[in-house]
């Protein structure tokens, strides 16, 4: 797309599939933002915000809204009341904190589900594209507090008419979980996943709730956006 004179980007954009426009967006350097944007409809483009993960519609809805508040406006007001909801919540976090960054999208399990069933469970999300790139599942308890985390490779030699509990317990490894809290600078996480070489890092409130997770394809974004605001920096621009 990057290549394309602006008659040929604007054929090839209506070419996407609308649950794929958000991401090509996203993905494009922040100059094609607003050609994106004015070629679609608002009903065209809540689309795009309602396909995307949660920490998505955010920085989508965050880069509409500089474009054109009027069109955010009404993207917004079209979006069924969850997904408000999940990006007013993410709103709340400023941009040094970890909870800013994270996706409210989680598999979870609690410790007293037979595997099976967590399995049957998962099996029927992601037919339903209800979840999408999971490497983990999180094990929280009746007070949905995180309790362990088991890498679905794991899940999978576990005895399946067992509790993941009982799994656990007989087990030799630990399932101890990496965790951060929604309110750490996201700094210190970018460590974390440096040090532990980590996939994703589960965050929770001061009370050890489970409220969402971090991937490593985000601390990569975050990285590169530094980077980014480094050369800039460098160069005397804003």
């Known amino acids: ?29 922040d100059r094609y933002f607003d050609d994106v944007v004015e070629n679609f409809s608002v009903d065209e483009l809540r689309e795009a915000v309602s396909a995307l993960e949660s920490d998505d519609q955010v920085d989508f809805m965050h880069e509409l809204e500089e474009l054109d508040e009027s069109i955010a406006s009404k993207v917004f007001e079209t979006l069924d009341e969850e997904d408000k909801q999940e990006i007013i919540k993410l709103q709340t976090y400023d941009e040094d904190e970890a909870g800013a960054y994270m996706q409210l999208e989680v598999f979870t399990a609690d410790k007293s589900e037979v595997v099976h069933d967590v399995i049957k469970r998962f099996g029927e999300l992601r037919k339903a594209k209800t979840i999408e790139n999971i490497q983990n599942l999180f094990i929280i308890g009746s007070d949905k507090k995180l309790l362990f985390t088991v890498g679905l490779d794991d899940l999978l030699v576990f005895d399946f008419d067992k509790t993941i509990i009982e799994n656990i317990e007989q087990s030799d490894d630990s399932f101890e979980p990496k965790k951060a809290e929604d309110r750490e600078n996201i700094r210190d996480v970018v460590h974390y996943f440096e040090e532990y070489d980590l996939s994703v890092m589960p965050i929770v409130n ?33």
């Open 206 to 238: 001061a009370y050890g709730v489970l409220l969402g997770r971090i991937t490593s394809d985000d601390i990569y974004d975050i990285i590169n956006e530094h980077a980014t605001e480094q050369m800039y920096n460098l160069a005397g621009l804003d």
């Open 1 to 29: 797309l990057k290549q394309l004179d602006d008659d040929e980007f604007v054929s090839a954009i209506k070419l996407v599939p609308r649950d794929l426009i958000g991401d090509v967006a996203l993905a494009l350097p």
